[in-house]
């Protein structure tokens, strides 16, 4: 009679969820930001403001959220890092329903894992740089669990975005600009402005701190295509999270390297008095506006460069050595541009010689641990990310790990990365590149569980 209450009332909760007022909301709808002197951006965002309402929930506790599309296009909202059902995770290709515009939807879910995750647009962008991610549609998602944080003294939530999108030839000036040196011959997307949160470097209020604080940092790459590279001169990050999960070794590092989608939880010791920019390590980029000041109490001047040591970002520092499981399968996916396609300026991207959406979909069976075996057999380098699921990181090259677990890596040209999963959530599943113009052009794939 218990086990049987119990199931009535998480029934009766889910369908108070279904009926009843929501717990959040948002409001998909244009908007003007002004992100630097002088600089004002047209763009779509959630409630209009970027990032949208940071959203805190509770880990196992059932939740609702009301989108409503006042945009002019049809949308969707992807609640990035979540392990929930199929139907809610805000992806059209797993069959989340796209909201019409002056529509509203609700999604209604459980949420898990603990953790940084976050909430974007899934929405399909193609030639209209209008759309999708390269839009300001974005924003924080913190899944609070049972298990406590290490002291911090204050806590700094940072999201980094690129404004004005362009197509551009892929020529030696652009690969000069970007982080993400792209090799291929089709068109690219280059930008005017980049921000962290809604501010160009040097605009808006500096974050203010005070010696001997620990301040968490939050960082988000909400970019559509840009790999970012950040430093703050004279301090160093201890890197606690990655992607959300606690990292096996939490390690000390002078830089931090984001790709599309990722996200990094780490400690910094204000230990360095003066006024100082958080910023990319990439001078072009921290022209464009990719920084933010950091004051100390009681200083004052023009804030502070200085370039880091070079240094190689390396994912298996922060990961064990211990051995893992073998998987009861593996899939080995060879990725790769074949140019463009059919008249069209942009590469078409192929899973081994296949392109969304004429690919079959992989077949996992649930309970079952599976590997995937990522080949880059491109120049580019790919954020590849796997809906509904986090993985474990097991081979970069030729080192072995384990422990490490995400739900977007970084894979270098020409190299492979082996990921491990547990099939534990049922319905179809979608893997993809981050980078929203190869996701557009073909780099997606199913998964899908037998039946």
Same mark, same amino acid.
């Given at each position: 009679?218990?086990?049987?209450?119990?199931?009535?009332?998480?029934?009766?909760?889910?369908?108070?969820?279904?009926?009843?007022?929501? +717990?959040?909301?948002?409001?998909?709808?244009?908007?003007?930001?002004?992100? &630097?002197?002088?600089?004002?951006?047209?763009?779509?965002?959630?409630?209009?403001?970027?990032?949208?309402?940071?959203?805190?929930?509770?880990?196992?506790?059932?939740?609702?959220?009301?989108?409503?599309?006042?945009?002019?296009?049809?949308?969707?909202?992807?609640?990035? &890092?979540?392990?929930?059902?199929?139907?809610?995770?805000?992806?059209?290709?797993?069959?989340?329903?796209?909201?019409?515009?002056?529509?509203?939807?609700?999604?209604?879910?459980?949420?898990? $894992?603990?953790?940084?995750?976050?909430?974007?647009?899934?929405? &399909?962008?193609?030639?209209?740089?209008?759309?999708?991610?390269?839009?300001?549609?974005?924003?924080?998602?913190?899944?609070?669990?049972?298990?406590? =944080?290490?002291?911090?003294?204050?806590?700094?939530?940072?999201?980094?975005?690129?404004?004005?999108?362009?197509?551009? $030839?892929?020529?030696?000036?652009?690969?000069?600009?970007?982080?993400? *040196?792209?090799?291929?011959?089709?068109? +690219?997307?280059?930008?005017?402005?980049?921000?962290?949160?809604? @501010?160009?470097?040097?605009?808006?209020?500096?974050?203010?701190?005070?010696?001997?604080?620990?301040?968490?940092?939050?960082?988000?790459?909400?970019?559509?295509?840009?790999?970012?590279?950040?430093?703050?001169?004279?301090?160093?990050?201890?890197?606690?999270?990655?992607?959300?999960?606690?990292?096996?070794?939490?390690?000390?590092?002078?830089? =931090?390297?984001?790709?599309?989608?990722?996200?990094?939880?780490?400690?910094?010791?204000?230990?360095?008095?003066? *006024?100082?920019?958080?910023? !990319?390590?990439?001078?072009?980029? @921290?022209?464009?506006?990719?920084?933010?000041?950091?004051?100390?109490?009681?200083?004052?001047?023009?804030?502070?460069?200085?370039?880091?040591?070079?240094?190689?970002? +390396?994912?298996?520092?922060?990961? !064990?050595?211990?051995?893992?499981?073998?998987?009861?399968?593996?899939?080995? =996916?060879?990725?790769?541009?074949?140019?463009?396609?059919?008249?069209?300026?942009?590469?078409?991207?192929?899973?081994?010689?296949?392109?969304?959406?004429?690919?079959?979909?992989?077949?996992?069976?649930?309970?079952?641990?599976? @590997?995937?075996?990522?080949?880059?057999?491109?120049?580019?380098?790919?954020?590849?990310?796997?809906?509904?699921?986090?993985?474990?990181?097991?081979?970069?090259?030729?080192?072995?790990?384990?422990?490490?677990?995400?739900?977007?890596?970084?894979?270098?040209?020409?190299?492979?990365?082996?990921? +491990?999963?547990?099939?534990?959530?049922?319905?179809?599943?979608?893997?993809?590149?981050?980078?929203?113009?190869?996701?557009?052009?073909?780099?997606?794939?199913?998964? @899908?569980?037998?039946?």
């Amino acid at each position: 009679m218990l086990l049987a209450s119990q199931s009535l009332g998480r029934n009766l909760h889910a369908q108070v969820h279904r009926e009843g007022k929501a +717990d959040h909301t948002l409001r998909i709808e244009p908007c003007e930001l002004e992100i &630097g002197r002088g600089v004002t951006v047209k763009t779509i965002a959630y409630d209009g403001r970027v990032p949208g309402p940071m959203l805190r929930l509770r880990e196992g506790v059932p939740v609702s959220i009301d989108v409503t599309n006042a945009a002019s296009s049809a949308d969707i909202v992807h609640w990035h &890092g979540l392990a929930i059902d199929s139907l809610n995770d805000g992806a059209m290709e797993e069959g989340s329903p796209m909201i019409a515009p002056g529509e509203t939807h609700r999604y209604t879910f459980t949420p898990k $894992p603990a953790g940084t995750r976050w909430y974007h647009t899934h929405a &399909g962008a193609y030639g209209d740089l209008a759309k999708g991610t390269y839009t300001g549609q974005f924003g924080f998602l913190i899944v609070e669990g049972a298990q406590p =944080l290490p002291h911090y003294d204050m806590e700094v939530n940072l999201a980094i975005h690129h404004w004005e999108p362009s197509f551009v $030839p892929m020529v030696e000036t652009m690969r000069a600009a970007s982080a993400n *040196v792209p090799l291929t011959n089709g068109s +690219d997307v280059g930008y005017k402005y980049a921000t962290i949160n809604d @501010r160009m470097l040097g605009t808006g209020e500096p974050i203010r701190v005070k010696e001997g604080q620990r301040v968490l940092v939050r960082l988000l790459n909400a970019s559509a295509t840009e790999n970012v590279v950040l430093a703050l001169p004279g301090h160093r990050f201890t890197v606690m999270a990655m992607d959300g999960n606690p990292v096996p070794k939490p390690t000390s590092v002078e830089a =931090l390297s984001l790709a599309v989608g990722e996200r990094v939880d780490a400690l910094v010791e204000m230990n360095k008095p003066g *006024v100082w920019i958080l910023g !990319s390590t990439l001078q072009e980029s @921290r022209k464009m506006g990719l920084g933010i000041v950091i004051e100390y109490a009681g200083q004052s001047g023009a804030p502070v460069w200085n370039k880091p040591a070079p240094a190689v970002w +390396d994912y298996t520092q922060f990961a !064990s050595s211990a051995a893992v499981p073998e998987p009861d399968e593996s899939f080995e =996916l060879i990725f790769r541009d074949i140019g463009p396609q059919h008249g069209s300026q942009f590469d078409t991207w192929t899973i081994n010689n296949q392109s969304w959406p004429r690919i079959e979909p992989l077949t996992v069976h649930a309970g079952r641990r599976y @590997r995937l075996v990522f080949r880059n057999g491109s120049g580019d380098q790919h954020p590849l990310h796997l809906h509904r699921h986090t993985f474990e990181v097991t081979r970069i090259g030729e080192k072995r790990l384990s422990g490490l677990r995400k739900d977007v890596i970084n894979v270098m040209p020409l190299d492979t990365v082996e990921v +491990d999963f547990i099939a534990d959530n049922p319905g179809d599943t979608l893997w993809h590149c981050h980078q929203q113009l190869h996701m557009d052009y073909g780099f997606m794939q199913l998964i @899908r569980y037998a039946t």
